[in-house]
C-alpha cells in the first residue's frame, strides 16, 4: 500500500478529540475539496507491505488508538481491509476517516468510520455513496465540514432525514478551516465562526458534537504530521 505518513499525535476529531493516537496515512484521493488540507497526499506516498507498516505502528508504543486516513484510505481497500484487520487482531482501537465515496461494506464491523459527508461548498456535494447508510452502525461517525449557512442547511437537512442523532455514535459539525491559515492558533482560521454554527445548532435544536479539529488549535494550522 501506498503510505504518506505515519506518526502519532493527539487526536484532533471525533469523539476520541484528546486522546493520544497513530495516524496512518495513506497516499491518493478521488476528491478535490476546496478547503481540503490534506493535498500533498493527493500523490507519491512509499509503497509498504502490511509487515513494514505494524512494524512502523508498534514502534510509536504504547498508544492504542489509531486512525487510518489520507487522501482517500478506501481507495486502497484491498490492502487497508487485512491491515485493518491485522490491527484490531494486535489489540489497537482503530479509526477510518473516509469520505463515504467508496463502499465501505467490507469495513471491518469493530472499527469505528469516520464519515466524512461533503457539503456543497466543498464542491464535492453528492460525493457520498447512499447505499454506505446501510453500513453504518452506532460503532460509526458522521462529519460535516460547514463553510457557510448553505453548508449547515444541507447537513442538518441531512442529518434529520437519515435519523443520524439516534443512528450513530457521534454526529460532527466541524467549521472548515480556510486554505490560506495564517500562523495564528484561534477561530480566526476557520471560514465559520464556530460560534455561529452553535448558534444555529442551537436555534434549531440539534443533538450534534462541535468539532474544532483542535491539533489546529495546538500546533499553527499549516503545520503536517501533527
Ligand atoms: S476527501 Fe479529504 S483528502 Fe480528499 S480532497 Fe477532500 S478533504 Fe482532501
Same mark, same amino acid.
Given at each position: 500500500?501506498?503510505?504518506? +505518513? ?6 484532533? =476529531? ?26 500533498? *497526499? $493527493? *500523490? ?7 509487515? +513494514? !507498516?505494524?512494524?512502523?505502528?508498534? #514502534?510509536?508504543?504504547? !498508544? ?12 486502497? =481497500? ?14 489497537? =482501537?482503530?479509526?477510518?476517516? *473516509?469520505? &463515504? +465515496? ?16 461533503? @457539503?456543497?461548498?466543498?464542491? %464535492?456535494?453528492?460525493? $457520498? ?7 453504518? *452502525? ?14 449547515? %442547511?444541507?447537513?442538518?437537512? $441531512?442529518?434529520? +432525514?437519515? &435519523?443520524?442523532?439516534?443512528? !450513530? ?14 500562523? %495564528?492558533?484561534?477561530? #480566526?482560521? @476557520? ?13 434549531? &435544536?440539534?443533538? !450534534? #458534537? ?17
Amino acid at each position: 500500500m501506498y503510505i504518506v +505518513e505515519i506518526y502519532k499525535s493527539v487526536q484532533g =476529531e471525533s469523539s476520541f478529540a484528546g486522546l493520544p493516537c497513530i495516524f496512518v496515512r495513506l497516499a491518493g484521493c478521488n476528491l478535490r475539496c476546496s478547503w481540503c488540507d490534506s493535498e500533498y *497526499t $493527493f *500523490t507519491g506516498g512509499r509503497k509498504m507491505s502490511l509487515e +513494514e !507498516v505494524m512494524a512502523e505502528v508498534k #514502534r510509536l508504543a504504547p !498508544v492504542k488508538l489509531l486512525e487510518i486516513t489520507g487522501g482517500e484510505p478506501m481507495l486502497q =481497500e484491498r490492502e487497508v481491509v487485512p491491515l485493518m484487520e491485522s490491527l484490531l487482531a494486535y489489540g489497537y =482501537e482503530v479509526l477510518i476517516e *473516509t469520505s &463515504g +465515496e467508496r463502499p465501505l461494506a467490507n469495513v471491518p464491523k469493530s472499527v469505528h468510520k469516520i464519515v466524512d459527508v461533503k @457539503c456543497p461548498a466543498s464542491g %464535492e456535494g453528492g460525493s $457520498f455513496r447512499m447505499e454506505n447508510l446501510d453500513a453504518l *452502525t452506532k460503532n460509526d461517525e458522521v462529519k460535516f465540514v460547514i463553510a457557510d449557512r448553505g453548508d449547515y %442547511e444541507f447537513a442538518r437537512d $441531512f442529518v434529520r +432525514e437519515h &435519523g443520524f442523532e439516534s443512528r !450513530v455514535r457521534d454526529v460532527l459539525f466541524s467549521p472548515a478551516f480556510r486554505k490560506d491559515a495564517g500562523p %495564528e492558533r484561534d477561530a #480566526r482560521n @476557520c471560514l465559520l465562526d464556530p460560534r455561529e454554527l452553535v448558534e444555529w445548532i442551537l436555534a434549531d &435544536g440539534l443533538n !450534534v #458534537r462541535l468539532g474544532l479539529q483542535i491539533h489546529k488549535f495546538i500546533w499553527e494550522p499549516m503545520l503536517k504530521g501533527v
